[in-house]
């Protein structure tokens, strides 16, 4: 089972790991894209100006720009302790076991609109790159990595359920089909549901963590379900690829 992440825009610092080597990260077939998105946000960062309205940025500019400058030499830690925010609070890597951690290197896969996307376990500076910018002098980031990302993620799966659980803008970088996607829903008191946001994260870093921690091999959206279910998730299957939490 692969289970598909969403970035966080939100990053955490340092690290003990040596500088970024694309080499050593997971889909090496992606690796030349990698290098021409390192590069280029690289020499962005040089323009402070130019990245802060390219990437949107705020108040906080000063310290993406210098963040993003950085990327071929600052330390690196793993993906999984890289990311920050709610879908990954949900998930609380800190609270898991030596094994429950090798479980999630192996399952956990984490969309990215710098490297189209990695493993749990790869070694990644802090960066600033969200799924819908747009760099000077290049394709949108759809465009350049709809062109290998989808190959990619299909040789990584390896034949095996692909749990799919990033955001609209990263599915576009690279969609697979027949993969198994969650929505969240809350339910009101007349019956009616709404789409969330803020706990959309929640649950789907909740759904995370108990395909992370079960003992199963789920094969298909049922068996998806049953482990949602037993992990307190009230779910209900919507298509044979779309699962509906309901909170």
């Known amino acids: 089972m692969l289970v598909l992440l969403p970035p966080s825009e939100t990053k955490s610092d340092g690290g003990s790991g040596a500088p970024l080597e694309l080499a050593d990260l997971a889909m090496p077939q992606l690796t030349a894209v990698r290098d021409k998105l390192v590069t280029e946000v690289v020499q962005l960062a040089a323009d402070p100006a130019a990245t802060a309205t390219v990437l949107g940025l705020g108040k906080s500019a000063d310290a ?3 963040r993003n400058a950085a990327l071929r030499t600052s330390p690196t830690r793993p993906a999984l302790e890289r990311y920050t925010g709610v879908l990954y ?6 609270s898991f076991t030596k094994a429950q ?3 999630a290197y192996a399952r956990l896969g984490i969309g990215s609109a710098l490297f189209g996307a990695i493993r749990a376990g790869d070694a990644i500076p802090a960066y600033r790159l969200s ?10 980031l759809s465009a350049l990595w709809r062109e290998v990302l989808p190959d990619a993620l299909y040789a990584e799966a390896a034949g095996e359920l692909v749990v799919d659980l990033r955001s609209g803008t990263y599915q576009q970088l690279g969609r697979v ?6 929505n969240v829903l809350t339910e009101h008191a007349d019956g009616s549901r709404t789409v969330v946001s803020h706990f959309n994260k ?3 870093g909740l759904l995370a963590r108990a395909l992370v921690l079960t003992r199963a091999e789920p094969a298909d959206i049922r068996a998806v379900a049953r482990v949602a279910n037993k992990a307190g998730l ?7 690829t779309e699962l509906l939490i309901i909170t």
């Open 64 to 66: 993406e720009v210098a």
């Open 89 to 94: 609070d949900a998930l609380d890597a800190a």
């Open 131 to 140: 799924g819908g910018s747009k760099l000077p002098g290049l394709p949108t």
């Open 177 to 182: 089909p027949g993969a198994v996607t969650a």
């Open 101 to 103: 951690r090798a479980k």
């Open 234 to 240: 009230r779910t209900e299957i919507a298509s044979p």
């Open 202 to 204: 929640h649950h789907k």
